[in-house]
């Protein structure tokens, strides 16, 4: 009875602990030092940092495959029409099965390592890293103004808006990219019985056009802070 007592306070203790930290967050004010947008720009600002550790170890990677291996595994997403990959049995003895479809999957092509190969995916994987590199600095000045309360800036009506342009563009010359990908993979390679599709990136597309009513928003509550200053 002891030890399941003491295991009982221990695990109330935990209990405690995280309600209390909960606790702290949804009372934490919004802007300013020491508030929840200071924790976020720690965090975005510790994420920017690890992106360029990223792309570095990324970018070497390349190189020495290039250096050793002389040969590349490019891993290609593709989708494709809805096609049947197994089919999936029940656990029960009488059960029914079920069909395990797919509409996506990645391509893995064995390329060899020359310097046109290379050219092409560090100009590929460096637009990407160049897009992610620049909204996420975007978002880290964004909370840096929120840290100093100072929200509604000039600066940030621009931030904002180039996160939407960014995003924007990105669904654009990724579905560019899917078509000329598709093109090549046709004129390389023999489908039978799968018919590759090119699928738009609307998910970036709202999300720009969102931050673009959100830079609309960023408008207003400057032009009504600049009139509180006048008034003052």
Known sequence: MDCANKKNDKYLLIINKYLSFLNKITNMKNLGKRSLSAVMAIAVNLLWWVEWVAGALGAFMVLTAAHIRKAFALQVPITYTPMSMAQIYSAKQKGDFSI??????TLSIHV??????????????????????II??????????????????????????????VLISYSVVQWSS????????????????????????YTCLLIGVVLLAVEGVFKTGLALEEEKQLTI
Do not use: C
């Open 136 to 165: 996420t600095y975007q978002v880290k000045r964004i909370f840096e103004s929120f840290k100093q309360d100072q929200p509604f800036q000039q600066a940030n009506i621009y931030r904002v808006r180039n996160i939407a342009l």
């Open 112 to 133: 060899g390592a020359d310097w046109k190969t290379i050219a092409a995916l560090l100009t590929g994987y460096g637009a990407i890293f160049a897009a992610i590199v």
């Open 178 to 201: 899917v078509i000329m990908i598709n093109q090549f993979l046709l004129s390389n390679f023999v489908f039978h019985h799968l018919d590759l599709t090119y699928e738009f990136n």
């Open 100 to 105: 395990l479809n797919t509409t996506n999957g």
